[in-house]
């Protein structure tokens, strides 16, 4: 029998790290002085040299100091251009969830210990956004600010999920644009964010211990297209509300895929039949998707990715419309492709891909976000 799979609901936007949160305007740090960066990416004013300082402390680590690139190819452009919205996603994220904890927020107890790793974490995620956008400073290209973002959780628990989740999402994605940077000769900047991604998985095996999963997740994690990246972080940004078109960032938007109800599923490792729901209104892919709007599903498949294995599609089953939005069923073999850590899935119009980056051309929605849940 398939037990329930444990959900982070939407909606629960309340206070807490679930409440809509304004740009993050800090404390200020350090003795005022003039700022070197034309870009304030926690708020106005940009730290001063003293307060990149602070955070350098707070992080543990200074950021990398050789010299930047004046010049990037597109590819590598855009990839930082993803890093650096994701890296200021996080620290709104870090900072709402250190502000629930030390202010006693229902729900948001921590101990010392957890609430000094989130402590350390959010200053990381800085340095991690300061890096981001002085290298695309450096090359003159558009630098991303924060908008508004909405977090689905109401407790210290939950937090701890999403963050967990979203980390395996970013370490995909890096690995997408260490392809990148390769494609466009900028072998320095693999180096850099490697190191990233090293942290990224330090941070992800803590969340994951305090969840009471086995902090490595599989043994090869799982690679994730920039554009499914960029889609999934719409799940957090209130919608119009960053100072700038998201089109700025040349990378598709797809529209969500709802897994048992809900943007992220928690599921146990087993074979199981999952439930799945798209809008597909505002597809990229529009005029495919007119093609199968009201139909029972033929042409039409899950395709998902797990690990380094290749993408694999499986048929829709109990497809049902309601205007543009499709509800339908897919089956989750779990034990046949030993599915551990975290699955992304894409409502396509293809099968057989021969890379992960060939299901971005064929998708009408995507990603499906589905961790599963291998406890100690």
Partial sequence: MVKPSLVIPAGLLGMAVGRIIPR???????????????????????????????????????LPNAPHDTSLGAGTTTAFQLIAFNELFEVAFFSSLLNNITHGVPGYNASRQNAHVIRVALAQEKQHALGAIATLEAAGAFVPTQCKYRFPATNFREAILVAGIQTSLVMGALQDANVLFTKDGAAGLVRIVSSVIGQEGEQNGYYRLLLRLIPPESP?????????????????????????????????????????????????????????????????????????????????????????????????????????????????????????????????????????????????????????????
């Fill in 24 to 62: 993050i305007v800090p404390t200020p740090l350090g003795t005022p002085a003039v700022s070197t960066r034309t870009t304030a990416p926690f708020g106005s004013p940009a730290p001063s040299a003293q307060g990149e300082l602070d955070i350098a402390r707070e992080a543990l680590g200074k």
């Fill in 220 to 376: 090869f994690l799982t690679t994730v297209p920039g554009a499914f990246a960029y889609s999934a972080l719409q799940n957090y940004v209130v919608p119009g509300s960053c100072p700038y078109p998201l089109s700025n960032i040349h990378l598709p938007i797809f529209p969500q895929i709802l897994t048992n109800g809900h943007p992220m599923a928690l599921v146990p490792p087993q074979d199981q039949t999952l439930t799945f729901e798209a809008d597909l209104k505002v597809s990229n892919s529009s005029a495919a998707a007119s093609r199968h709007l009201g139909g029972d599903g033929r042409g039409l498949f899950l395709t998902y990715t797990n690990g380094q294995q290749l993408p694999f599609s499986v048929p829709l089953r109990n497809v049902k419309w309601q205007g543009t939005t499709i509800n339908f069923q897919a089956e989750f073999p779990y034990e046949q492709h030993i599915m551990g850590g975290l699955t992304h899935g894409a409502l396509t119009t293809g099968c057989n891909f021969t890379d992960p980056d060939a299901v971005v051309g064929a998708a009408l929605a995507g990603p499906a976000i589905i961790q599963v849940e291998n406890r100690i």
